[in-house]
């Protein structure tokens, strides 16, 4: 304590910073205004004031009398030091009256808290400086990069687990993409590009199976697929020439038969038209719009079949089963 106190002789002294002996004989370097004022204060106290809440409280009050004589950047660097020992006190000694006092912003020991508080406060708002932004920026970058980072660590989830939430929020919002079995097959991919046709969103097909899917699809309240929308165009729609090719499962194996046909319409959502196959069949197809599917029947010369074809709403596609349990798939030429 005795070279604590010699010590801090010397710094008023010098009016310099110092290297202060403490009382360990370690050194420690006192870099700022304020930290220097703080430990100069507590350090020429009496060494009976130095105990418990009173000393540190003596030290507070004779830095903030003399901030009253100085220049605002000193007043300012003063009156945060004077903060900082009030903080002390609440610290170390939380059940004391003196932390009562700090606390309710009385006037504690000749210390105006509430007063004190304000200053600080007005000094922080006309302390706003472009280097001060800066640091603001550069902690928001950082706090950024953290979140990124923490994401970046969570492990990704399955996915077929994503394409099912997918598939289900497809059928939420009227894009109908079948059962939710976390494949991602060809009526799925129809349904989301309705989804990203109708919606506006700036994902792309290639995000079909991703987290950024599922998230922009929890984001969409409306049902942006609708029957009445591909009802209404119809007729731009599914008029034209079209190919077609049909895989059937047969006793022995599968086959393929392919073909063209023709459609045109003759009432709003209804079309006719010629149709060949590979077998060398001629007949016609009737289809009918019907929500998001195409209804259809061919009357082949010796047989009759039916299907359920499902289009996206653009009707760029066709594709279902048809009353042979063939999957079919029809596109505009």
């Known amino acids: 304590m005795l070279l604590n106190y010699i010590s801090c002789r010397v ?10 002996i403490v009382g360990s004989g370690m050194f420690a370097s006192i870099r700022t205004l304020s930290i220097s004022a703080i430990l100069s204060a507590i350090l020429c106290l009496p060494l009976h004031a130095q105990s418990g809440a009173d000393g540190i409280l003596i030290a507070a009050r004779t830095i903030y009398e003399s901030a009253a004589s100085k220049d605002e950047a000193n007043r300012r660097a003063e009156y945060s030091s004077v903060r900082q020992l009030l903080d002390l006190v609440l610290e170390q000694h939380p059940g004391s009256d003196a932390a009562l006092g700090i606390m309710l912003e009385e006037t504690v ?21 472009p280097s001060t932004a800066a640091s603001v920026d550069a902690e928001t970058t950082t706090a950024e990069q953290s979140v990124t980072v923490e994401a970046a660590l969570v492990p990704a989830r399955p996915e077929k687990e994503v394409v099912k939430d997918i598939q289900t929020e497809l059928n939420r919002v009227g894009c109908s993409a079948g059962t939710a079995d976390g494949v991602a097959g060809r009526k799925t991919r129809s349904a989301f590009e309705d989804f990203l046709f109708y919606s506006g969103t700036a994902l792309s097909l290639e995000d079909l199976a991703t987290e950024a899917a599922v998230s922009a699809l929890q984001g969409t309240l409306d049902p942006v697929c609708t029957s009445r929308w591909l009802a209404a165009n119809a007729p731009d729609k599914l008029a034209g020439t079209w190919g077609y090719r049909a895989d059937c499962k047969m006793l022995f194996g599968k086959a393929r038969i392919t ?14 038209g010629p149709i060949s196959n590979s077998l060398g069949e001629n007949g016609t197809i009737y289809a009918t719009v019907s929500g998001n599917a195409v209804n259809t029947q061919i009357n082949w010369p010796r047989q009759k079949t039916t299907s359920q074809l499902y289009t996206s709403t653009r009707s760029t596609s066709l594709s279902g089963k048809d009353s042979n349990n063939c999957d079919v798939v029809a596109w505009r030429n």
């Open 109 to 129: 020991a000749g210390i105006d808290v509430a007063e004190l508080n304000r200053a600080l406060a007005a000094q922080a708002q006309t302390d706003e400086s």
């Open 11 to 20: 710094h008023f002294a010098s009016k310099i910073h110092a290297i202060f």
């Open 259 to 272: 073909g063209a046909m023709r459609l045109g319409m003759n009432a709003p959502g209804k079309y006719q």
